[in-house]
């Protein structure tokens, strides 16, 4: 039962790590004019907060405080600002 345990949190720290990593690397490399078109934060308040997240996820503790606001900061960026980028940048504001 511990092994099972420990795989599982294993996971899920990884899992934490991966969309920290996604987040950062997608936030630099969209186009500055995207995040102000979009109505989002600027670039470099959006490259601080998944910065921050990836950070914590690397040094703290994922089920723990700061391991769970960088983990919803990641999962924010990616199911809020990005799909807005995305939407800006065909064309389509909604």
Do not use: C
């Amino acid at each position: 039962m511990d092994i099972l345990l420990g795989m599982l949190l294993n996971g899920i720290e990884l899992g934490s790590l991966a969309l920290a990593i996604w987040a950062i690397v997608d936030a630099a490399m969209r186009p500055t004019p995207l995040y102000t078109a979009a109505d989002k934060l600027t670039k470099p308040a959006w490259l601080g907060i998944t910065g921050g997240a990836l950070a914590a996820s690397l040094l703290t503790d994922t089920l723990g405080l700061f391991g769970l606001v960088a983990l919803v900061a990641s999962i924010v960026y990616l199911v809020d600002v990005r799909p807005a980028l995305k939407q800006v940048q065909r064309g389509n504001p909604w």
